[in-house]
């Protein structure tokens, strides 16, 4: 079956740890996304990659990093720099039509405790 | 920039009774535009979309129509069931200088039906 598989899905880190997060597809889809959902603000958009060894940041970039060494794979590490990091994530992937995203796939998500 | 506006919930409604959730958009393109459904503890799905306007999206009941004209994408279903209990995101992708930087959200709503 094609889809996006994130793990863990649930982590509780400790203050001052860096962890990451795991996202993996087999759409073959060329875009992938990383979004954190907090209760009443919706998505916000962390990091996004369109092709292989090239990534930007979005929106709330501070204190995430990301890398895409394979196109199935985009992981993300939540370091000690992030100030508030308990949160859902989720990653998500796309085709791209004519310069934009087009349908967003995503994975079940992770949930993230600082204890 | 982009943005979404949707009615924020809770919005608790009886079993069999109409639906409408209100959303509108501000985009500097054409954008396309979709509606996502996310079940307790789950990633979003796709729930239906729509690309240009007049165009009616479809899926499980639910509908919604792209109006150019007052920037709006509202959901409608004529009889809701207790299972499409959940909390429904509409958001839009648009064609900027910046390439396929995912799409934008609006807050959500939680949608409650009581049997």
């Known amino acids: 079956d094609g889809g996006i598989t994130q793990s863990p899905k649930y982590l509780f880190r400790k203050e001052g740890q860096n962890v990451t997060l795991s996202c993996e597809q087999n759409?073959?889809?060329?875009?992938m996304y990383w979004y954190r959902q907090d209760p009443g603000q919706g998505l916000r958009l962390i990091y996004y990659?369109?092709?292989?060894?090239?990534?930007q940041k979005g929106d709330i970039a501070e204190g995430y990093s990301v890398s895409r060494e394979k196109k199935e794979s985009f992981p993300l590490t939540v370091t000690s720099a992030q100030k508030n990091p308990t949160a859902f994530y989720l990653c998500?992937?796309?085709?791209?039509?004519?310069?934009?995203?087009?349908?967003?796939?995503f994975g079940e998500g992770s949930r993230l405790t600082v204890l | 920039g982009d943005s979404v506006t949707q009615m924020e919930g809770p919005v608790t409604l009886s079993e069999e009774a109409f639906l409408t959730i209100n959303c509108t958009y501000t985009?500097?393109?054409?954008?396309?535009l979709f509606w996502y459904v996310q079940y307790p503890g789950e990633g979003l799905q796709l729930l239906l979309k729509?690309?240009?306007?007049?165009d009616k999206g479809s899926n499980k009941g639910f509908e919604a129509t792209y109006r150019k004209e007052t920037t709006s994408f509202h959901l409608e279903k004529g009889s809701v069931q207790v299972s499409d209990s959940a909390v429904y995101f509409c958001?839009?992708?648009?064609?900027?200088?910046?390439?396929?930087?995912?799409?934008?959200f609006g807050k959500g709503t939680h949608l409650i039906i009581q049997p």
């Open positions: 998500a992937s796309s085709i791209l039509l004519a310069g934009r995203t087009g349908e967003l796939f």
């Open positions: 759409l073959n889809h060329d875009a």
């Open positions: 990659s369109q092709i292989v060894n090239d990534f």
């Open positions: 985009a500097t393109g054409y954008p396309s």
């Open positions: 729509a690309t240009k306007a007049d």
């Open positions: 958001a839009l992708s648009d064609q900027k200088g910046g390439g396929a930087d995912g799409l934008t």
